[in-house]
């Protein structure tokens, strides 16, 4: 029997190991805007991720935000890695150089532990034409820090849920399942494998990364009954649930997934799917607005499904790009300016408007799947996105009490290198370098390691 540790990793540790990838579609290009040494005067200094929401965002700001407000956004602009390693550094330092920056479901919780972010309460308290009660409950309780605060505010949203052929699937005589369990997505798996020529059951990812492959295992983890962590930090990759999850994702996409399955990651199946490659594919819900994209070859011949269950009532995961402000902002009040505007009903509007409503950054209002014009862009997968995030359990998403939040992560700052580590072990074990056995005996003497760090916390 192992002596518990009550010792506690420095804070200031635990912080920065929080800057890593998490699930994000690729993200391609670079553009770097002039930052510069800290805000002043009438100016606030935004630093985001490059996604083409964002890039979206930049361009129309000048024209709209500064235009009505006469607020000046400098915005510094980096691939995911190179933005969250520069946040952390930042914030970590409370620099101040930086009064906004995009920072996920996962980081917020984290840095408003550490003090910060400053919180958003008072703001929204201000600002009823935000309406906040109109944000999707399971992005504001993600955004919400231990003190019962707002901490951010999301720019859009997403989950994840079944993606498939639904022609293909009525040439094979087959039926979808209103609320598919994962044996019965394996059972259709192997029988639309080779409907076409050169085509696959399912794509699952397969890619090292603790927001690749981690990204979906441990949401069929959660549904198998498994967990990282018991609720007294005790390491539990080696437990029942745990294995025969695993065991289950490995062979389903050994047996009827795509080819190069190990270093398959988002774009690789969204690539196979578009391409015709794979019949089916489990990910984030946001990869629908690419398949039914005007020049995309399988538009119009997709179904959407939720998540795959077997014990537990729901399986999607929860994601969001939010906007966390600094606390060591010389400019809070007008960092919270930009914030209700960039995440607001007025913005999605605009979107709209000038780009297109398949561009809106959504995932994150409940007034957006009511807005005609994007209910009719979205037809295909709208509702089944909306649901999918409603029922999002991100505090409580398996059948035993967990010791932090996450439905695709653990909410601790070391989540970061351990999933990334246990992620090489499964992905050798996907190329068949390794047993699932194998691979689970490593990974958890990599996971108890941390928990000598927490147990009896």
Not at 34 to 45: H, K, L, R, T, V
Request: charged share 20%; hydrophobic share 35%; aromatic share 10%.
């Amino acid at each position: 029997m192992r002596t518990q540790s009550r010792r506690r990793p420095p804070r200031a540790t635990l912080a920065m190991a929080a800057a890593g990838t998490l699930l994000a579609p690729l993200l391609s290009g670079c553009w770097v805007g002039a930052g510069g040494a800290g805000s002043g005067g009438n100016s606030i200094n935004v630093l985001m991720v490059n996604n083409p929401q964002m890039v979206e965002l930049q361009k129309l700001t000048a024209a709209h935000f500064t235009k009505e407000t006469g607020i000046k956004v400098n915005f510094t602009v980096l691939p995911e890695n190179d933005v969250r390693d520069k946040i952390s550094q930042d914030f970590a330092n409370q620099a101040g150089q930086y009064d906004v920056a995009t920072l996920s479901n996962y980081e917020i919780p984290i840095y408003a532990r550490n003090g910060w972010l400053h919180e958003m309460n008072t703001y929204v308290a201000k600002d009823e034409a935000y309406d906040e009660q109109d944000v999707l409950k399971p992005m504001r309780q993600s955004l919400t820090g231990d003190d019962g605060k707002l901490y951010g505010q999301p720019f859009y949203g997403e989950s994840s849920f079944l993606m498939y052929r639904k022609d293909v699937f009525a040439k094979k005589g087959l039926t979808m399942p209103a609320h598919p369990t994962w044996t019965q997505v394996a059972d259709l798996a192997a029988k639309v494998d080779g409907a076409e020529p050169g085509m696959k059951g399912i794509c699952l990812r397969g890619l090292p990364g603790w927001g690749e492959v981690m990204a979906p295992l441990t949401t069929v983890v959660n549904t198998f009954g498994g967990t990282w962590f018991d609720k007294d930090w005790t390491a539990r990759l080696d437990s029942p649930g745990f294995e025969k999850a695993t065991k289950f994702y490995v062979d389903l996409v050994r047996d009827h997934g795509e080819s190069g399955a190990a270093q398959s990651g988002f774009a690789e199946c969204l690539n196979n799917m578009t391409q015709g490659k794979v019949a089916m594919w489990y990910d984030a819900t946001s990869a629908a607005g690419s398949l039914e994209a005007a020049n995309s070859p399988v538009k119009g011949k997709l179904g959407y499904a939720p998540a795959p269950v077997e014990k537990t009532r729901s399986g999607g995961w929860l994601y969001t790009w939010a906007w966390g402000i600094q606390d060591a902002s010389r400019n809070p009040d007008k960092a919270w300016k930009f914030v209700s505007w960039a995440s607001s009903k007025e913005y999605e509007q605009l979107v709209g408007d000038q780009i297109g409503w398949s561009n809106v950054p959504a995932g994150k209002r409940a007034s957006t799947y009511t807005n005609p014009a994007y209910v009719k862009e979205a037809a295909a997968f709208q509702e089944m996105t909306k649901q999918a995030i409603e029922g999002a359990r991100p505090s409580d998403p398996g059948v035993q009490p967990r010791p932090a939040p996450g439905i695709q992560f653990v909410g601790i700052p070391e989540f970061t290198d351990l999933g990334t580590k246990v992620s090489q072990e499964i992905s050798a074990a996907i190329a068949g370098r390794q047993s699932v056995e194998s691979a689970l005996k490593k990974s958890q003497q990599l996971a108890e390691r941390i928990s000598e760090e927490y147990e009896g916390r």
